[in-house]
């Protein structure tokens, strides 16, 4: 497996938590290519093509960098503007980067009690990445879920040492580490139990219907206790109506789930908890039978084929 770096810092020389996280990818990962992408470009003007040819070699492709802002610095938001243009990673020919892994490895200064509703700062850090998930999902990436950590900055004699920044930096690069590792290992009945673990976890939040889309096959055959549905356009309509009728945070809870191969897929069989509660006040308790079919694409992505849900008690 092939990993790529986009490392966006624009004072490297003077990080710890980046640099080292970076310096430990680059000796820990085979295969793997750091991109300093602020050292190439300290003019903001980016080689597209080249950057392109990085994005069309890598099977994973990691961005590392601090959090500015609730967002990133500059120099990646210009990257991300033309890099990922029209006909490459999104548009009628934009399927250069389908299928690729897509994780963010970021450094937040602050503490994580100030990420929350409580928190001065309002808002959970899952709340400010949604841009970036969302364009993952257009540029048909497996989009991962992002690995940071807290407390990620040394300001002398106010916060923190710089012992205390490099082991959570040391911390934070063995989990990257880690996930880079299990994607390299990861096989297809695994990898499949954890997409449906996935699967469900959007469903539970009511996430933007991009998601599931990403993963449901061409002309797949949809089959839910509402009716048949087809590919697409079928899924989404099936989804806008059951958005309209069911508040976010329900819960599907999988209890049971057989994974066999079958001539060059994969058949599913779950048994599915649901609890819910529709915006009439309503509370909604059931068991789904579910039979998956799906596929295992030779660039390692999932593709739902058929996805039918047989009974509901």
């Known amino acids: 497996m092939n990993t790529l770096v986009i490392l966006a810092h624009p004072n490297l020389d003077e990080s710890i938590a980046n640099k080292r996280i970076a310096e430990q990818l680059s000796t820990k990962v085979e295969t793997i290519e750091v991109r300093d992408i602020f050292k190439r470009y300290a003019d903001y003007k980016i080689d597209v093509e080249a950057e392109q040819?990085?994005?069309?070699?890598?099977?994973?492709?990691?961005?590392?960098?601090?959090?500015?802002?609730?967002?990133?610095?500059?120099?990646?938001?210009?990257?991300?503007?033309?890099?990922?243009?029209?006909?490459?990673?999104?548009?009628?020919?934009?399927?250069?980067?389908?299928?690729k892994n897509f994780l963010l490895s970021f450094t937040i200064g602050g503490p994580e009690d100030a990420y929350s509703p409580l928190g001065y700062n309002h808002f959970r850090i899952s709340d400010f990445l949604k841009p970036m998930e969302q364009t993952a999902y257009l540029a048909q990436m497996n989009y991962l879920e992002p690995i940071y950590e807290h407390g990620m900055v040394y300001i002398p004699g106010v916060y923190n040492t710089p012992e205390v920044v490099k082991e959570r930096s040391d911390k934070q690069a063995q989990r990257v580490v880690e996930r880079i590792n299990a994607l390299s290992n990861e096989n297809p009945e695994s990898m499949i139990k954890?997409?449906?673990?996935?699967?469900?976890?959007?469903?539970?939040?009511?996430?933007?219907?991009?998601?599931?889309?990403?993963?449901?096959?061409?002309?797949?055959?949809?089959?839910?206790?509402?009716?048949?549905?087809?590919?697409?356009?079928?899924?989404?309509?099936?989804?806008?109506?059951?958005?309209?009728?069911?508040?976010?945070?329900?819960e599907h809870r999988i209890e049971s789930i057989n994974v066999v191969a079958n001539n060059?897929?994969?058949?599913?069989?779950?048994?599915?908890?649901?609890?819910?509660?529709?915006?009439?006040?309503?509370?909604?308790?059931?068991?789904?039978?579910?039979?998956?079919?799906?596929?295992?694409?030779?660039?390692?992505?999932?593709?739902?084929?058929?996805?039918?849900?047989?009974?509901?008690?």
């Open 53 to 99: 040819q990085a994005l069309m070699k890598a099977d994973t492709v990691i961005f590392q960098y601090p959090f500015y802002w609730y967002n990133m610095p500059a120099i990646l938001k210009i990257w991300f503007d033309e890099v990922f243009n029209f006909n490459f990673a999104y548009g009628p020919e934009g399927d250069k980067l389908k299928g």
């Open 194 to 250: 954890n997409f449906v673990k996935d699967w469900f976890a959007h469903f539970d939040i009511l996430a933007e219907d991009g998601y599931f889309n990403n993963y449901i096959a061409n002309g797949a055959k949809l089959k839910f206790p509402e009716g048949e549905f087809i590919g697409h356009e079928g899924f989404s309509a099936w989804y806008a109506e059951v958005k309209k009728t069911i508040k976010p945070n329900n």
């Open 264 to 313: 060059g897929h994969f058949d599913v069989d779950m048994s599915v908890k649901v609890k819910a509660e529709k915006y009439s006040g309503e509370t909604v308790q059931a068991n789904a039978k579910e039979n998956w079919k799906v596929e295992v694409t030779r660039d390692g992505r999932i593709k739902i084929l058929e996805y039918i849900v047989n009974s509901v008690q």
